[in-house]
Nanobody, 127 residues
């Protein structure tokens, strides 16, 4: 199982980035994919999730209305479109995958953890 994040970088406040999570080694259509982030000195935060089998989506309040999650099953890749970025969005962003199939809200709110994780991509938003 492999998850590889890409698309991070430096952007000015108000700008946009699209993160990609390229996956391999598992049945992508059967898995739930989540995006998480960890800022320096802070705990990891769940921000968005998509159930590839049922289309379930969930966003943390901190990103609702600014971030959009999607999956391309043919490419076994999940994306996170991030708009109206703010300095508080600066963090290392990780994607993760799980086969159990809990509702997305439960993963993002921290009730359940995901089994497989990427190594992360750094997003820096300057003011």
């Amino acid at each position: 199982v492999q998850l590889v994040e890409s698309g991070g970088g430096l952007v000015q406040a108000g700008g946009s980035l699209r993160l990609s999570c390229a996956t391999s080694g598992f049945r992508f259509n059967d898995y739930t994919i989540g995006w998480f982030r960890q800022a320096p000195g802070k705990e990891r935060e769940g921000i968005s999730c998509i159930g590839n089998s049922d289309g379930d989506r969930y966003y943390a309040d901190s990103v609702q209305g600014r971030f959009t999650i999607s999956s391309d099953n043919a490419k076994t890749t999940t994306y996170l479109q991030m708009d109206r970025l703010q300095p508080d969005d600066t963090a290392v962003y990780y994607c993760a995958a799980d086969a159990v199939g809990y509702v997305c809200a439960d993963y993002i709110e921290g009730y359940y953890d995901m089994d497989y994780w990427g190594k992360g991509t750094l997003v820096t938003v300057s003011s």
